[in-house]
């Protein structure tokens, strides 16, 4: 069975990390280059009205559809974030065929509007579908604890323990303290911390001191891990993309 290659990533809604400049282009352009088979989103913009009236290249499409046009992915969006003029949430994108699942509402408070997209790829080859689970979380710990619990019960019901599966994204667990406890609940493998033993600082893109990303697998073999940290990435998003190479562990 023919390996895949995943990559995940914070885009920061396509601006700069200081939100003065309109990266959706470029990061496109650098996502396009790494030449995945699946890519895991976070912050992607649905709609902005303001930003689209403020900057001349902020563009009226969705930020899912540019790259699914750009790149030839098909794309799925799953809408976290809503206020009355805008929307973020999490998007998976693929050259293969995308069966969108469900999107996860883990949302615990007001302030921050959470989701877990599940969608499902059959790379070629491989006997059973890789579940992708796109993730972003909370940033206080307490707040992760029941995302936690939510992102638990929905595998166990939803998911077959026999399933290859990917759950990939923002953590936000700064401290490096609780998202592995969610590894250990469902028997995940964190793909960095078995592949490099540890893992990679991804946050700030441009002097990364903190692990937020994390990518997690379950019934797959990690041939790479790796993490984009050039001079070009540390000049797009706040966050640096991770990728994975993987196929279906040999019974």
């Known amino acids: 069975m023919s390996p895949i290659t995943v990559t995940s990533y914070n885009m920061h809604k396509g601006m700069s990390a200081l939100n003065r ?13 790494l030449n995945s088979d699946v890519l895991f989103l976070q912050e992607v913009q649905g709609e902005h009205r303001r930003r689209r009236n403020r900057f001349a290249d902020f563009p009226k499409e969705p930020h899912y559809d ?20 805008r929307d973020h949430g999490n998007a998976i994108l693929s050259h293969l065929p995308i069966d969108t699942r469900h999107n996860l509402d883990i949302s615990v408070n007001r302030l921050e509007q959470r989701g877990v997209l599940h969608c499902e790829v059959l790379p070629d080859g491989w006997d059973s579908p890789l579940v ?7 940033l206080r710990e307490p707040d992760r ?35 592995a406890s969610l590894g250990r609940a469902l028997k995940l493998d964190e793909a960095f911390v078995d592949a490099k033993g540890r893992r990679p600082k991804t946050f700030p893109a441009r002097l990364p001191v903190l692990s937020l990303d994390r990518v997690y697998t379950r019934n797959l073999e990690v041939l790479d891990a790796k993490i984009h940290n050039s001079a070009h990435w540390q000049k797009l998003s706040d966050h640096l993309p991770l990728s994975v190479r993987v196929r279906p562990k040999k019974p």
């Open 66 to 85: 540019v790259l699914g046009n750009r790149l030839s992915y098909n794309s799925s969006y799953g809408r976290n974030a809503v206020y009355r003029e």
């Open 132 to 138: 992708c689970l796109c993730a972003h979380l909370n």
């Open 21 to 33: 400049k309109v990266q959706l282009d470029s990061m496109a352009d650098a996502l396009h280059r």
């Open 145 to 179: 604890a029941k995302q936690y619990r939510a992102i638990y019960d929905y595998v166990a019901r939803h998911v077959s323990p026999e399933s290859p599966l990917i759950i990939a994204g923002d953590f936000n667990d700064w401290r490096e303290k609780s998202a």
